[in-house]
């Protein structure tokens, strides 16, 4: 199942019937008639693709875990209650925290201050050293990485609100609020930051800009309008991390459509219908989509016209894209990490992890691609560029 279905009414989050849930999880393809996952594609190594180190933090998770760069130090949540560093260059942990609560969000970093959220709400920061700096709480739990910048802390919480903490002390700045929808997919998606904005996924298929430094809202403006007859068939949701590029931002919502925005006035460049959980990367030819299949799609970035589209890994829960070099890289339920060409979509390498699913978005940081798996181990992956 790509995301939780989440019933919400005002601000209290409330529980799907049975019935409902049966038939949200068949909606998300969570039942025992989903496909069977494609096969593991046998792929012949032309990139010289490897684990250049891995190592371990806390257990298994259900979480979508991101690592966050803190200079040399590569900062890790672990189930259930761990924050660790861990040297960028080899591996090693350089120093481990043990939390007072189970993480839920991740972690984030920036400015020299690392923030974790926690199943109760609890936000607390620490120095890149791992000294602690201060705590403080938000309206409830946070579910996806704090994002750090501009002297703030942002927040996004299960209720819906964004909130805005000073970074220097944890006191509460500003909050955004809005009225959602009376259903919605558990959102774990990253905001993201770009000349002074922030930039989130919303419920109901809306992108959201907001001024970081005072929480002002710049502009909201649909991806994808929810369709259907039923609440269930209008869910409709970015709850995949947008991608800034140049002047545009770019996004998919489930059961909607994928496009890019002007990142000014929140002004339709193109969009295309598209459904996807797991998000899209960009670069300055080409925006690369995992569907809600597992299909792995190229479009040129300037109108949304297909280039290309790699159908062999369908129903393996394929993660987000990244683009690093020449091609593109995803993870899969399985622990695999699967190289592809950015030119036409071939398979050119593959990395095994650890068995274990791939659900957050991999990283490419510095040469290397990073990725968390949810048996709670790091690795970092090299090819021949």
């Not at 990253?190 to 929480?215: E, I, K, N």
């Not at 071939?346 to 990395?351: D, L």
Request: glycine share 12%; charged share 20%.
């Amino acid at each position: 199942m790509p995301s939780k279905i989440m019933g919400m009414k005002g601000m209290a989050l409330r529980r799907l019937s049975l019935a409902a849930m049966t038939a949200a999880l068949a909606a998300c393809g969570a039942t025992s008639n989903q496909p069977e996952p494609s096969p593991l594609p046998t792929v012949a190594d032309q990139i010289g693709a490897q684990v250049a180190w891995r190592d371990g933090v806390g257990g298994k998770t259900d979480f979508r875990f991101l690592p966050a760069q803190a200079g040399d130090r590569l900062i890790v949540a672990g189930a259930p209650a761990q924050l660790q560093a861990i040297d960028m260059n080899g591996g090693g942990a350089r120093w481990k925290v043990d939390l007072p609560h189970p993480v839920a969000g991740g972690v984030g970093a920036g400015e020299g201050t690392i923030v974790v959220g926690t199943l109760k709400g609890d936000l607390l920061a620490y120095g890149y050293d791992g000294q602690s700096l201060w705590q403080t709480r938000a309206s409830t739990e946070i579910i996806s990485p704090p994002l750090v910048a501009d002297g703030i802390v942002a927040v996004r919480t299960a209720d819906g609100r964004i909130t805005g903490f000073s970074a220097a002390d944890g006191s509460r700045k500003w909050q955004y609020q809005r009225q959602m929808p009376a259903l919605m997919l558990r959102n774990f998606a990253p905001m993201v930051t770009d000349h002074g904005l922030l930039f989130a996924g919303m419920a109901g298929g809306r992108l959201l800009a907001l001024r970081l430094s005072d929480g002002t809202v710049v502009w909201d403006s649909p991806i994808a309008q929810p369709r259907g007859a039923t609440e269930l068939e209008r869910v409709s949701d970015v709850v995949a991390p947008p991608v800034v590029t140049g002047n545009l931002v770019c996004a998919v919502a489930y059961q909607g459509r994928v496009g890019c925005l002007n990142q000014n006035n929140g002004t339709p460049v193109w969009s295309r219908e598209a459904s996807s959980y797991a998000g899209v990367a960009v670069d300055d030819d080409q925006l690369y989509l995992v569907d809600d299949l597992g299909n792995v799609s190229a479009l040129d970035r300037s109108s949304g016209r297909s280039m290309w589209r790699q159908d062999k890994l369908v129903a393996r829960r394929t993660s987000a894209p990244v683009r690093i070099g020449d091609v593109v890289a995803v993870g899969d339920l399985a622990g695999y990490v699967h190289f592809l060409s950015r030119e036409d979509g071939r398979f050119v390498g593959q990395v095994s992890t650890d068995g274990s699913r791939i659900a957050a978005v991999p990283q490419v940081i510095g040469n290397r691609v990073i990725v968390q798996t949810q048996a709670g181990n790091v690795f970092a992956l090299s090819i021949k560029q």
